[in-house]
């Protein structure tokens, strides 16, 4: 089994208050199907009301981020499927409750996870 990283920017979700509405009770439900099936680990969006903070390994953080990661933002899914094309049909799933594509990419097997 993998884990799949499920995902979209948030520009991708242009959405009217009631699209957004009706694309919440639809992704709810496709969450709520996943934890079901087994297959769901965790997932969320980003607040993007809350400040990056960049922590270094000495312990000592500043309100930052690597360049080019400043714009990360949107939904994130991480699901654990037996199959690469089983992630992609529930990626298919949250495409369709979203509204907007999803990106999926694979974690690195490690076996110490």
């Not at 980003?46 to 949107?74: F, H, K, M, R, W």
């Amino acid at each position: 089994m993998n884990h799949y990283l499920v995902s979209f920017p948030a520009s991708a979700m242009d959405l009217d208050e009631d699209e957004l509405h009706q694309a919440s009770v639809d992704s709810h439900a496709v969450v709520d199907e996943a934890k079901a099936a087994g297959v769901w680990v965790f997932g969320g969006g980003i607040d993007q009301s809350v400040p990056t903070v960049l922590v270094d390994g000495d312990g000592a953080s500043v309100e930052d981020s690597y360049a080019g990661t400043t714009q990360l933002n949107g939904g994130f899914t991480v699901l654990r499927t037996r199959t690469r094309d089983e992630a992609l049909e529930w990626a298919a799933r949250i495409a369709r409750a979203c509204r907007c594509a999803q990106e999926v990419r694979v974690f690195m097997w490690d076996p110490a996870s």
